[in-house]
């Protein structure tokens, strides 16, 4: 159990990049332009969750792999979308 499945390993590291993006966003970003730049972000994770999937080996379960992929950076800059508009206020 001390390994993360194969599936799981293509999925994780879209994940990393909208945390780390969300980060930089609150960072370097301006309070003003917190909600244009997020979706920037997740078009990023987008198309890094197409890379990923696309470059793997086995193509059975891409659209599983895509659907939480994409669905996890969803929800990480869908909370990072309310922390930052309550920030701005």
């Known amino acids: 159990m001390g390994s993360v499945s194969r599936p799981l ?3 994780f ?8 993006g969300a980060v930089g966003v609150a960072i370097v970003v301006h309070p003003d332009l917190y ?6 972000v997740f078009a990023l994770c987008l198309l ?5 999937q696309l470059a793997m080996p086995v193509k059975q379960g891409l659209v599983g792999r895509m659907t939480a992929s994409v669905g996890g950076a969803a929800v990480v800059l ?12």
């Open 9 to 11: 390993a293509s999925v």
């Open 13 to 20: 590291p879209v994940w990393a990049v909208a945390l780390l």
């Open 35 to 40: 909600l244009t730049a997020i979706p920037m």
């Open 48 to 52: 890094l969750s197409f890379v990923i």
């Open 78 to 89: 869908a909370v990072a979308s309310l922390v930052l508009g309550l920030v701005a206020l």
